[in-house]
């Protein structure tokens, strides 16, 4: 069978928003007997699971001093019946307040409970609690509560500036002008996408196949962005092998500019008295195959590619780094809100995709002797965790962006996710799962 090859060219700026952020308008009075005080919140989540809030109050309306704190959020789910998270609500929990401006202090540190909307898909904010509840937030149904989804077009400079000065990032970067085009060496530049996925496995192969969907979206929305050509090349379902693959990292030619993304998605091992920190793929062609022959080591890979010769190399793989007979954790789907649709910036793209220092990342989702977590409706969590954290940090929002940050992140929210997993039952904390991403940069 001929493998699929598909040549993308692609329209400048077809896709030029940053889906997985989000940013609501807040305002809540808790009505307590200590705390009546009116409070306007500006929240920012992204779908990586990471964000930001900052609240801003008038402690004493006798006085014009206005107070303003800003917090980091976590996501923390919320226990079900079934010992698994809630699949229907979840909780933004704040972390310390740091003062910004004024000398009052936050009475009541706010907890912002989102619940799933089954008609959008997308959670959206239904209430705030005390920050310092444990199990299920119980709601005061006396506690006033609104929230406005802030599009990018209602991000205007007096919205922005009650909680924001014109000297922060936060400020700077959504109003500075945005740069159009690329030179020519760039636009010469091809992506070159190699994506091997086992979605004909009876165990994970749904959520492959999620993964695969995902993998393809990801990086056809950056190149519809920078405006450049994607070339495809996918071993899956009826060629996926070992040789289909070590068949494709030979036809893979980068030019000395060029990108080259090699992605997997499947089962992954460890073999006996190998040291290395990457995993062992398994590229069995049909399941009687002996796994020990018919696999090849990440770090090969990697090295394989990077003699290719290409300005950067990204090589991803989703799969456990364990036993090979360890069952695959499952666990909820991560919570989506729905994004404001802010662009992306170009000099973000450019400083991680088109750098002039020439550079290669492999990065795997989990460390020697732990498993990589899934939903089999959703797809593998480290994959998701990456295109969150790789979409927020293609946005206008962020500075000084690197893949370091990136997989930082998705290292963070990958881990957490994990814990709020089992790895087997029952569901006692004995079971919970233990996922942490490894990856370097060279």
Known sequence: MKPKILLIAVLMFSCSTALTQTVYYIKYNFHLPDDKTEYHACFTRYDDGSGMVRIRFQDDPASDEICLFEADLQETPVPGNTGLPDSNMVVFKTGTPKVILGNRKLKTQPAFVFRFNSGSEFIEPSAVVPNDFTGTPIINQETAFTAELMAEDKLNRNFVALFFSDDEDF????????QRGLSPLEKNTKLHLLVVTNVNDATIGNAVAKDKARCIETFNGLVSYLGIKMIVDTISGKNY?????????????????????????GHGFRKKNDGRKFPWIDLRAKPSDNYLHTTMNMEDVFKMIQKKGARFNLVLSDCCNSDVEAPVPVGTKPFKTKGSGIQWDEDNCRALFLNKTRMSVLATAAENGQKAGCNMEFGSFFSFFFKGSMENYCSRLQTNVSWDKIFQDTKKQTSNKAKHTYCDKPYIPANICVQDPVYIVR
């Open 171 to 178: 400020y700077t970067n959504l109003f500075k002008p945005l």
């Open 241 to 265: 092998s070992r040789k289909s693959v070590e068949q494709a990292l030979q036809r893979l030619k980068p030019s000395a500019n060029d990108i080259v993304v090699f992605y997997y998605s």
